[in-house]
T-cell receptor
Framework: GAGVSQSPRYKVTKRGQDVALRCDPI?????LYWYRQALGQGPEFLTY????????KSGLPNDRFSAERPEGSISTLTIQRTEQRDSAMYRC?????????????FGPGTRLTVT | AQSVTQLGSHVSVSEGALVLLRCNYS??????LFWYVQYPNQGLQLLLK??????LVKGINGFEAEFKKSETSFHLTKPSAHMSDAAEYFC????????????FGAGTRLFVKA
């Protein structure tokens, strides 16, 4: 079946603009995670959802970042008033359940460049 | 709080040689440990995971890792490197409590020489 998909794959935006990054998880997966990966670093946790409920948003850097998953499936990560330091690869992952033993399946990521 | 340290941001081996990628973790409770591989322009793919069932874990593509509680280590090995193993490898730790978040190491890029 289809894996985790993310769109757009690449996004170039000007400083100060808002961007919305989309994640479509594997069908039936309850848990959805967002990560940010800077060049040369490992993925850094941003937030996660169980069904439509945002369970943990402790990794969101500031209030310009927000995420939603209104129907418990597709999720959108929104960055308002983008800054150059927001440039990174944004990765989404989903899993059947939030328990640690369940594998997370990662999407290909969205490369965001803020000019 | 848990953390992960990967020793060596770059490792270079010859084709056919042993691959050893090091990972040490810090956790106040027994963790779940993972190794992921990332090929260029692709998402992360799970290689193997430790979930307390057995200390020696076998994964895909001939990789294996051994959980050593006394050394807080989870090093990744492969007896004989293949050119197709060239990629970036990430060690990660996760707890079943708290926030269920996964903490990744900074990654080790593996180069395989012909």
């Amino acid at each position: 079946g289809a894996g985790v998909s993310q769109s757009p794959r690449y996004k170039v935006t000007k400083r100060g603009q808002d961007v919305a990054l989309r994640c479509d998880p594997i069908s039936g997966h309850v848990s959805l995670y967002w990560y940010r990966q800077a060049l040369g670093q490992g993925p850094e946790f941003l937030t996660y959802f169980n069904y439509e409920a945002q369970q943990d948003k402790s990794g969101l850097p500031n209030d310009r970042f927000s995420a939603e998953r209104p129907e418990g499936s597709i999720s959108t990560l929104t960055i308002q008033r983008t800054e150059q330091r927001d440039s990174a690869m944004y990765r989404c992952a989903s899993s059947l359940d939030r328990a640690a033993s369940y594998e997370q399946y990662f999407g290909p990521g969205t490369r965001l460049t803020v000019t | 709080a848990q953390s992960v340290t990967q020793l060596g941001s770059h490792v270079s081996v010859s084709e056919g040689a042993l691959v050893l990628l090091r990972c040490n973790y810090s956790s106040s409770v027994p963790p779940y440990l993972f190794w992921y591989v990332q090929y260029p322009n692709q998402g992360l793919q799970l290689l193997l995971k430790y979930t307390s069932a057995a200390t020696l874990v076998k994964g895909i593509n001939g990789f294996e890792a051994e959980f050593k509680k006394s050394e807080t280590s989870f090093h990744l090995t492969k007896p004989s490197a293949h050119m197709s193993d060239a990629a970036e490898y990430f060690c990660a730790v996760r707890l079943d409590t708290g926030g269920f978040k996964t903490i990744f190491g900074a990654g080790t890029r593996l180069f395989v020489k012909a």
